[in-house]
């Protein structure tokens, strides 16, 4: 006679969720596929350098990963919460210095493993998540201690300035909406949230009001290419930031400079408006071909627009339509967990994917700020697929293990 643990361990898994998945990933090859093969010097390459063979390889990895964390129910995996995530610390450590991480882009956010690069941001979110599910899954009296409030914002605090320091903004600042994500779910006092939302947005204005207003000398210090990418956003112009007794000449620079820093984002929206109803077909997108949209984020952070180019309006929506599907199945699947760690887990996943796509479309839409926060299993990237779909594994697991008592 099977116990109910054994029963539970024939249950099927959640198809819905991962037919859409399955088509995420079909639509990634085939448009990472257009997005790259436009370019003379990637046809040239062996089909087994390519970058969407690449791609498939890391959906097989992934899918392999997923599989196995889908084998161990999400107890089991939740006792080395705290593992993952002073590991993850230990690489976010790690990448920071000369020599282990590689400096690309003014950033060190890589780690080299041979023709592969290893990012640790991206993994750091997923521990990030079993170590705030972990902790938040004692008792709800507990949680109205002050004590244990601020312990589960340190969690977050913690990585979110080591992956700031790289520095990476999109990847940290994700982390804020899944951890307060998961504090709400986990029966927080909204009077602590209340506050610490205050406390945040006083913070973020005062901070908008420096990139905007504030002359040179009273800045905020970060990089160069993340307050000029604050600037078009908002419409700034940055000849309004010229120093004192700057030269026409210096002004026309400066404008010039800004025409360059914004291109990349109006040829992107130029791509998502051109597409239409329908879009100008696969391969035939000319904001792609022609390479107007940026050669070497046009398979990463712009590749919705590729789509929106190509596929058009209805394409667009049939993605939307997909990534809906797997965020609905993972609130559903936070709704029928056994108990409280099934459902923060859950919650901290769905968050984070919607955190993903919000963040990424609304880029390519200009609704947001470019930050380089990756669309899931739609952009290229090994570290990436490898996260995303470990995630959706953990997601399939407490799905799979709902009725285990």
Not at 37 to 42: A, D, T, Y
Not at 119 to 135: D, G, N, R, V
Request: proline share 4%; aromatic share 12%.
């Amino acid at each position: 006679m099977l116990t109910p643990f054994s029963t539970q361990r024939q249950s099927r898994i959640d198809t819905i969720q991962l037919a859409a998945l399955l088509l995420l990933m079909v639509a990634s090859v085939a448009f990472v596929y257009s997005a790259t093969m436009s370019n003379e010097s990637s046809v040239l390459l062996a089909w087994y350098r390519q970058v969407w063979f690449r791609q498939i390889v890391f959906f097989g990895l992934g899918l392999g990963a997923a599989s196995v964390v889908c084998l161990i129910d999400y107890h089991a995996i939740s006792r080395w919460a705290y593992v993952a995530y002073w590991g993850a610390i230990l690489l976010l450590v790690a990448v920071l210095i000369p020599g282990i991480g590689s400096l690309r882009y003014g950033a060190r956010r890589w780690i080299e493993l041979g023709p592969f690069q290893f990012q640790p941001s991206e993994f750091a979110k997923l521990a990030f998540i079993l170590a705030q599910a972990h902790f938040l899954s004692r008792p709800v009296d507990e949680l109205r201690q002050v004590g244990i409030f601020w312990r589960s914002i340190g969690l977050m605090v913690l990585p979110f300035l080591l992956v700031m320091k790289e520095p990476d903004l999109g990847s940290a600042l994700v982390l804020v909406p899944t951890g307060l994500g998961m504090l709400y779910a986990a029966g927080t006092p909204k009077r602590y949230l209340l506050q610490l939302g205050t406390v945040v947005g006083i913070f973020a204005g005062l901070f908008v009001a420096d990139i905007l207003f504030a002359p040179p000398k009273w800045q905020i210090k970060m990089e160069s290419y993340q307050r000029k990418r604050l600037l078009v956003y908002f419409g700034r112009n940055y000849a309004d930031f010229a120093q004192a007794g700057a030269t026409v000449a210096d002004r026309r620079s400066l404008q010039e400079e800004q025409f360059k820093d914004s291109y990349n984002v109006k040829q992107a929206l130029i791509a998502v408006g051109s597409g239409g109803l329908l879009g100008k077909g696969w391969r035939k997108g000319q904001q792609n071909a022609l390479g107007f949209l940026p050669q070497a984020g046009k398979h990463n952070d712009f590749i919705f627009s590729v789509i929106a180019e190509e596929k058009g309006f209805v394409g667009s929506v049939t993605v939307l339509t997909l990534y809906a599907v797997v965020l609905f199945s993972g609130i559903r699947i936070a709704g029928q967990a056994r108990d409280r760690l099934g459902k923060l887990l859950a919650v901290g996943v769905v968050t984070l994917l919607f955190s993903h796509v919000f963040i990424n479309i609304g880029m390519n839409i200009r609704i947001m700020p470019v930050t380089g926060v990756p669309l899931p299993l739609l952009s290229y990237g090994g570290s990436s697929v490898l996260v995303s779909l470990i995630a959706m594994g953990l997601l399939q697991n407490v799905y799979i293990y709902r009725k285990a008592y």
